[in-house]
């Protein structure tokens, strides 16, 4: 019987383990890689500037030139990961990737010079932009194909992907910790083991399907992609909701630190958004299930467009402390349960804005568009962090201004699911 006719208890049909259990073997395999790419890429990357600045003593500068080719070589290439992967199939790209992703590792590992350093990190973010974008656009495929058969629906296959990513994500960062109690290439080298184990298990299971364009021309990809008015529209829209998820990592540290004094306690705003979402991602995916994407996306992208207007309503009264945390707190709850909302049913809009066709190159360039937004959107808001006044509705400001991402978001959907029907 179907997950959408299942009419055993609640708790069950909310389990993950279960969830997983009803996969295809395919789909199963591809989430937990996923997974697993989260944990190894975790496990290091986080504590890479802590090894250039304390044990290569490079300064602060080079430290954000060598960030910044790792993210370029990441984000700004998926859309050559995703060409790619339609003319060589997901197989072939996604061992690739992982083989250089192995040797970024490594080579962090054994190099000390700036330009050794310089090459690993190129080779840890170009491998994901080849096999990221493979796997997302195989899971999209795969997931269709359990769709049609009466299995789980896409949206609950993303929705599970979700719960994989955080995972990894969660878990990553807990052994890379242990980890560095020995030393930063011991978890460099115990990451690039994680990624061998996965090359052996896609050799062993992942189907090998040629390429479905494999002998189409270099660009028709991407000129197929850049046609598609309604998709690019689309892209632009997730782009600002991804700068919005990105303050994360920019106003959400800026907060608890003028609220605490300092950022020790950053961590656990982390793991309680991971919690969440692992907790209860697939029970409000199949809430929201039979609702129309044009409600549940504006729905969703509201949701994170209040959480920066909470903490921006509360700034002027700066709270401290304990206390002080709570919009902080406040801000990660609401931020997460937009996402939740919203994601899965936004990436099943893909391959239907696609035809089923080039999976990977539309992934990859929403992917790469959504760095470049989440770049110029980070310069923006940095910008108006340093102009606003730290202090009073000064210290609203810059979480107003985020607001506005996720509504422009919410603009971009009407247009586009208005085209769509």
């Known amino acids: 019987m179907s997950s959408r006719t299942d009419k055993s208890p609640t708790r069950w049909r909310w389990s993950f383990l279960v969830d997983l259990g009803r996969a295809t073997p395919t789909v199963r395999l591809l989430v937990l890689t996923q997974m697993t790419f989260n944990i190894g890429f975790f496990m290091v990357l986080p504590y890479l500037s802590v090894h250039l600045t304390s044990d290569l003593g490079l300064g602060a500068a080079l430290v954000g030139v060598v960030l910044g080719i790792r993210t370029f070589s990441q984000q700004g290439l998926f859309f050559v990961g995703g060409t790619l992967a339609d003319r060589w199939g997901i197989k072939p790209v996604v061992l690739v990737g992982c083989v250089l992703r192995v040797l970024g590792f490594l080579g962090l590992a054994a190099f000390d010079s700036l330009a050794g350093v310089v090459a690993a990190t190129v080779l840890v973010g170009f491998a994901a932009a080849l096999f990221s974008p493979a796997v997302e656009s195989a899971i999209a ?16 296959t993303f929705a599970l992907l979700s719960v994989c990513n955080q995972i990894g994500s969660f878990t990553g960062p807990l052994i890379g910790s242990l980890l560095l109690l020995a030393d930063f290439r011991i978890a460099c080298l115990t990451a690039a083991v994680i990624f061998v184990l996965v090359i052996a298990a896609h050799i062993r299971w992942l189907p090998r399907e040629p390429g479905e364009h494999r002998d189409d021309p ?29 303050q994360l ?52 992208f509201a949701v994170m467009a209040l959480s920066f207007a909470l903490v921006a309503v509360l700034s002027p009264l700066e709270l401290t402390g304990l206390v002080g945390l709570i919009p902080a707190a406040l801000f990660v709850l609401l931020l997460a349960l937009g996402q939740m909302i919203a994601m899965p049913q936004a990436r099943d809009l893909v391959p239907k804005m696609a035809a089923e066709r080039r999976l990977g190159s539309y992934y990859g360039f929403m992917a790469s568009l959504g760095g470049i937004g989440v770049l110029l959107g980070s310069i923006a808001v940095g910008a108006v962090i340093d102009a606003s006044p730290d202090t009073g509705w000064g210290a609203a400001i810059p979480w107003l201004v985020a607001a506005l991402f996720p509504i422009a978001s919410v603009i971009g959907l009407r247009i586009v699911l208005a085209r769509l029907d």
């Open 218 to 246: 270099w660009l028709s990809g991407w000129t197929d992609v850049i046609r598609n008015r309604t998709f690019v529209l689309f892209a632009v829209a997730m782009s600002a909701q991804l700068v919005a998820y990105n």
């Open 249 to 300: 990592y920019l106003l959400l540290p800026l907060e608890v630190e003028r609220a605490w004094g300092s950022q020790t306690v950053l961590g656990w705003f982390f793991a309680i958004s991971a919690v969440l979402v692992v907790t209860t991602q697939l029970p409000i995916t199949r809430r929201v299930a039979a609702v129309s994407p044009r409600i549940t996306l504006p729905i969703g």
């Open 141 to 156: 495929i795969e997931a269709g194909k359990s769709e049609r058969s009466g299995g789980a629906t896409r949206v609950q």
